[in-house]
């Protein structure tokens, strides 16, 4: 996620990407600026997402910063962080094409509040038109739109589930939650389950009594807690029905789930499986980050 901050207010720079920073947001990467002609060069070529603009700058209102971000990267998600309150210049802003006017002095909570939108909506682009994956009829992967359901179910709140784009090995796929699915007669390796941190957050919402402390927790500190591992554990044992084995027409049994912090060879090796054996998703509750997940059929 690159986010773009512009201000000429060292000061304000510094506030907000200390809280940016705070939230964990996925891959973070923030670039500050006090220059507006300068911030409209690191949207051509570093290509942020999101950029967060002040009003009143020497070389360049925000709103003609928006203006110009919006022609020539009209994907960009644009909000203002500005001390204008009255509500017909916010309606200017908003109309203008920020998504978001957010007035100093503010409280971490607010930017948070106004900036999630701001990130579910850049994370949405990544997500594939198709429905469904196409993969080899013979693999006991479940289909997405059932698995959706199913953890609905189980999880007991709307999960949205999208097939995305094929996952990378990289740095951001640490740590993650390793499950592996197995013929319940033969014990024979039929399908894994690879969920990043996030995923691992959506899934342990299924606990009740998962609070928003141990999600602020593990995020920041990339720790997990034996709660949050607990009830990740036992969604993916309930919703292991969906991997239905073709031959035996029987659910798979959720074998074993490992937490993995360190990366090894095979782990980066799954990452590169065909594509007509895997499917890769993401999965949301609202208010939350987005989780991704790849499944791999054996």
Known sequence: MKILIVDDSKATLEIVRRALESFGYRKLSIKKT????????????????????????????????????????????????????????????????????????????????????????AEEDE???????????????????????????????????????????????????????EDAETQRLKAIALLDLYAICVFSQGNKTVTQADIHTAIHNKVVSKRLLDSCHKVLEQSSIAFLDSNSRKSLRLKSVNFITKPFEKLKHLYEKDPATRLDFSCQIPDTAQGKVTLIGF
Not at 50 to 76: C, F
């Open 34 to 121: 006090p220059c507006a002609t300068q911030a409209l060069e690191l949207v051509a070529t570093w290509q942020p997402e999101i950029v967060l603009t002040d009003w009143y700058m020497p070389e360049m209102t925000g709103l003609d910063l928006i203006a110009k971000v919006k022609k020539s990267a009209p994907n960009v998600k644009l909000g203002m962080i500005t001390t204008v309150d009255e509500q017909s210049q916010v309606d200017l802003a908003l109309s203008a094409g920020a998504q978001f006017v957010l007035s100093k002095p503010f409280e971490d909570e607010q930017l948070h509040r106004a900036l999630l939108p701001l990130v579910q909506g």
């Open 127 to 181: 997500l594939l038109i198709e429905p469904e994956a196409d993969v080899q009829p013979e693999l006991a992967l479940p289909k997405l739109s059932q698995l959706a359901k199913l953890l609905t179910k189980v999880i007991g709140g709307e999960v949205g589930i999208h097939t995305i784009q094929l996952q990378q090995f990289d740095e951001s796929k640490l740590p993650c939650l390793m499950a592996v699915y």
